[in-house]
C-alpha cells in the first residue's frame, strides 16, 4: 500500500476512526498521510492513546513547525509524546511552545512513570471561593475550551490550597447570585499526591466514583487532576505489562509484528534462561532419586501429573495474589492470615485430585488396563498423599511470592506463572519421593 491508495485525510469524520487507519499503514505512509490532517483533527489524534505511531507524528508535526497543534494537545498527553523524543527533537518542540506550557510540561516529565503526576493533567478550573455562581459560569464559557475537562471546578482560598471542589451540576442548578461556600457541603476534599501510585489513584476513583481526582502539593494547592480516562489508559498499559511478565516474558512496547528479531530475543530470552537454569534443579532432584526409580520404575509415570497439579494450584494462588494486592484487598502485613486460609482449601482440593489419582489407578488395575503389581494399593495411596502436600505446598508458595517480591520493591507481577511452576516442580519432586520413601519402604522401596 503507498500513501495515493489510501483514503483522503477528511474522508475520515471521527478521530477514533482516523488513528485506526493510521495504525494500519507504515510508519511512513502514517506520518505522510496524518500530515493532510487539518490541526484540530490531527490534535486530537496526537491525543489518542491507541495511536501507534505518536511519537514519530509528533516529531514530524515539530519539524513542521505547526505549533497549533502542539498547543491544543492535551498537557499531560503532550508531555508523553515529548518524553520519547530524542533530546534535541524534544528542545525543538518546547521552543515552539509558550514559557508557561513550556513549565507545565517541564514539570510533568519530572514524575516517575507509574505515578499519579505522570498521568495528570495541568488543565483544569481553579476559582476563587469568593465568587458568586454567576462569575463561576462565566468564567468557565470564557475558558473552557482551554481546559481538558470542566467536571469539576476546584476552590481555593487567598494563597491558592484547596477548600472544596463543586460539580458542574452543581452550578447549572445554582441560583446565579449563590455564592460558592453556600454550595459547600463542608466536607474536606479527597486528593492524592503526586508520588501516589496510579493503582492508588484508581481505587480512589472507584471508591468515590469520581470522573476527576485533584492531586496536591504539600501546601495543599492544587497542582493538577487525574481523569478517568487517564487511569483506565494507564491501567490497561499496567495490565498488558504484567500479562507479558505473568507468561514469563517482558512487555513489547510495540505490536507483535512490528517487534524487531533482537527485541524479541532480549525481551524473551532472559526469562527463558531464568526458567531453564530453575529446570536444571528439578534434573538434580530426580537424579537425587535414582535409586528410587530404578526400584520402582512405576513411580516415573506419575511424575508430570504430580509437577503439573503443583504448579496449577501455586499459579492459581499467585493470580488471586497479584489482584487482591492490585486493588488493595491484601496488605502486605495480610501475608500470614493469607497463608493460614490457602492452607485449608489447598488441603481439600489436594485430597479430592488424590482421590481422582487413586481411583485411576484402582479402575485400571481392576479393568486389566495395567498392572501396578500386588502393592497397587500403596502407589494409590502415595499419589493420594503426594498431592495433598504438593498442591498445599504449591499454594502456599503461589501466595507468598507475591508478597515476598512486593517486600523487595519489585512488581508482584514478576510472580510468573512459569516461575511458579518451576519452584513447585523442584520442591514438588522432593515431597512426591519422600511421600513414596515413607510408604512404599520395606515393599517397593
Not at 473552557?144 to 470542566?150: K, R
Not at 468515590?208 to 480516562?229: C, E, K, N, Q, S
Not at 516415573?300 to 509437577?307: G, N, S, V
Request: aromatic share 6%; charged share 20%.
Amino acid at each position: 500500500m503507498n500513501p495515493t491508495s489510501t483514503p483522503p485525510a477528511d474522508a475520515f469524520r471521527h478521530v477514533p476512526d482516523a488513528v485506526i487507519h493510521l495504525n494500519a499503514l507504515k510508519p511512513d505512509e502514517a506520518i505522510v498521510w496524518a500530515g493532510q490532517l487539518d490541526d484540530a483533527t490531527l490534535a486530537g489524534v496526537l491525543e489518542s492513546p491507541e495511536l501507534r505511531r505518536g511519537p514519530a507524528i509528533a516529531q514530524a508535526v515539530v519539524e513542521a513547525g505547526r505549533t497549533g497543534i502542539l498547543q491544543a494537545v492535551a498537557g499531560d498527553r503532550l508531555a508523553d509524546l515529548l518524553a520519547q523524543l530524542p533530546q534535541r527533537e524534544r528542545d525543538a518542540a518546547l521552543r515552539l511552545l509558550s514559557p508557561a506550557t513550556q513549565a507545565s510540561l517541564a514539570r510533568l516529565m519530572t514524575y516517575p512513570e507509574g505515578t499519579a503526576g505522570s498521568i495528570m493533567t495541568t488543565e483544569f478550573v481553579e476559582i476563587p471561593e469568593h465568587w458568586s455562581v454567576a462569575q463561576a459560569l462565566a468564567h468557565i464559557r470564557q475558558t473552557g475550551q482551554q481546559h481538558e475537562t470542566v467536571y469539576a471546578l476546584y476552590v481555593v482560598d487567598g494563597q491558592r490550597r484547596l477548600r472544596f471542589v463543586l460539580s458542574l451540576r452543581q452550578l447549572v442548578c445554582a441560583d446565579p447570585g449563590q455564592p460558592l461556600v453556600e454550595l459547600w457541603n463542608g466536607s474536606a476534599p479527597i486528593t492524592t499526591q503526586a508520588q501516589a501510585s496510579r493503582e492508588e489513584v484508581a481505587r480512589l476513583i472507584r471508591l468515590y466514583d469520581f470522573l476527576a481526582l485533584p492531586v496536591v502539593d504539600d501546601a495543599r494547592r492544587v497542582i493538577g487532576i487525574v481523569t478517568v480516562d487517564d487511569v483506565i489508559d494507564a491501567l490497561m498499559d499496567e495490565a498488558q505489562e504484567d500479562m507479558n511478565r505473568f507468561g514469563g516474558g517482558e512487555r513489547m512496547g510495540a505490536p507483535y509484528l512490528e517487534v524487531g528479531f533482537l527485541d524479541m530475543l532480549r525481551k524473551r530470552g532472559g526469562w527463558l534462561a531464568m526458567l531453564f537454569v530453575g529446570e536444571m534443579l528439578t534434573a538434580s532432584a530426580m537424579q537425587h532419586f535414582e535409586v528410587e526409580l530404578e526400584k520402582a520404575v512405576v513411580l516415573a509415570m506419575f511424575i508430570p501429573l504430580i509437577m503439573s497439579s503443583g504448579g496449577n494450584s501455586g499459579s492459581q494462588a499467585t493470580s488471586l495474589l497479584i489482584r487482591g494486592l492490585a486493588l488493595g484487598e491484601v496488605r502486605l502485613l495480610d501475608w500470614w492470615r493469607v497463608l493460614l486460609r490457602e492452607l485449608p482449601p489447598s488441603a481439600l482440593l489436594g485430597a479430592g485430585l488424590g482421590a481422582i489419582g487413586f481411583a485411576r489407578i484402582l479402575l485400571w488395575q481392576r479393568l486389566g488396563l495395567y498392572d501396578y503389581g500386588e502393592h497397587h494399593l500403596l502407589i494409590a495411596f502415595t499419589i493420594w498423599a503426594s498431592l495433598v502436600g504438593i498442591v498445599c505446598f504449591g499454594s502456599s508458595i503461589g501466595s507468598m511470592l507475591p508478597f515476598v517480591l512486593q517486600r523487595l520493591g519489585l512488581d508482584p507481577a514478576s510472580a510468573s506463572a512459569p516461575l511458579v511452576a518451576t519452584l513447585v516442580d523442584v520442591l514438588g519432586l522432593v515431597i512426591y519421593f519422600s511421600v513414596a520413601a515413607a510408604v512404599l519402604g520395606g515393599t517397593l522401596l
